[in-house]
């Protein structure tokens, strides 16, 4: 045995021996029991918001309108529909910006440059920004464009851009550059400009973390009342969205709405609505996880 392996095993023990002392087992343990309560509060909410609100998950949920009068067939159909537009819509708006932003600061940006370096420095911090200052940012767009009502699926789809696009681009930032280098190396090698390389190799080897990245980013807008609260969106909505500038309302704001209410029958919907909005959110999780698995390559 040479003397560099019997140092490296010395090491080696004296690092487990270390990972096993008294203080580190002790945070260890508080880890694990932090973690666990707060799974166990989470399936609690959970389990308890399905016990109230199942007997309200029926037709009338998804096919009457929010009323003040008939609190036993109050329904979300304007809200639901309300978030499928303006999840539709941000999607269009934030998702081609997030990833083309990411891929300039990834393959195209000079870091030597002072200001390529600003600009990333403000997309991790806008990334911690709270909800509430891209409602106030977007009622700012909204006036700079002209418009002057802010209750609008244009209006509400700007304020859930601006809430993900830093999340959107960090994330596809790291998916580029999970893709080896030698891809990159092994195209330019064969005379691919650098723009054919990433488009026709970078982007595509990156597609299952941009969209994961993507969906999960959508899936955190999906549940977002502040900014929407901001722009002054109504609760009570009577007739269905049409376009990008009708008004209308969210599931989240008429959950808030319901919840606030004194009435029981209201708190039951209010619970039935979280349900919708739950499954909603787990079938984005869901698609993301499927995408990853499905396309995932190991370099």
């Not at 909800?131 to 789809?157: C, H, P, Q, R, T």
């Amino acid at each position: 045995m040479t003397t560099l392996e019997a140092s490296s095993r010395i090491d080696s023990s004296r690092r487990r021996s270390h990972d096993r002392n008294p203080a580190s087992m002790i945070f260890l343990v508080l880890l694990w029991l932090s973690l666990a309560f707060g799974i166990l509060v989470l399936f609690a909410l959970i389990i308890d918001t399905f016990i109230q609100g199942a007997s309200r998950l029926d037709a009338n949920l998804f096919t009457e309108y929010n009323s003040t009068i008939n609190e036993d067939t109050t329904g979300a159909r304007a809200a639901i529909l309300g978030t499928a537009w303006v999840m539709g819509a941000t999607g269009v708006m934030a998702v081609p910006m997030g990833i083309a932003a990411a891929v300039y600061f990834e393959e195209f940006a000079d870091k030597r440059r002072w200001h390529n370096r600003v600009l990333e420095v403000n997309v991790q911090n806008l990334a911690a920004v709270p909800s509430v200052i891209y409602g106030l940012l977007a009622v700012a767009v909204m006036a700079l464009l002209g418009f002057k009502n802010d209750d609008i699926v244009l209006a509400g789809a700007v304020a859930l851009s601006l809430l993900i696009l830093p999340v959107l681009i960090i994330t596809t930032r790291e998916a580029l550059r999970a893709v080896p280098r030698e891809i990159r190396d092994g195209s330019l090698a064969l005379g691919a400009t650098q723009w054919q390389t990433t488009w026709r190799q970078t982007l595509p080897a990156a597609v299952p973390g941009i969209a994961t990245g993507t969906i999960i980013s959508l899936s955190r807008a999906i549940g977002e009342a502040a900014p929407l609260l901001m722009l002054g969106v109504p609760l009570g909505i009577y007739v269905d969205p049409d376009g990008l500038l009708a008004t209308f309302t969210a599931l989240p704001l008429v959950i808030f709405q319901w919840s606030s209410d004194s009435q029981d029958e209201y708190e039951v919907a209010a619970a039935a609505a979280i349900i919708v909005l739950i499954v909603m959110v787990l079938m984005l999780n869901g698609l993301a996880i499927y995408i990853r698995n499905r396309f995932q390559r190991s370099w």
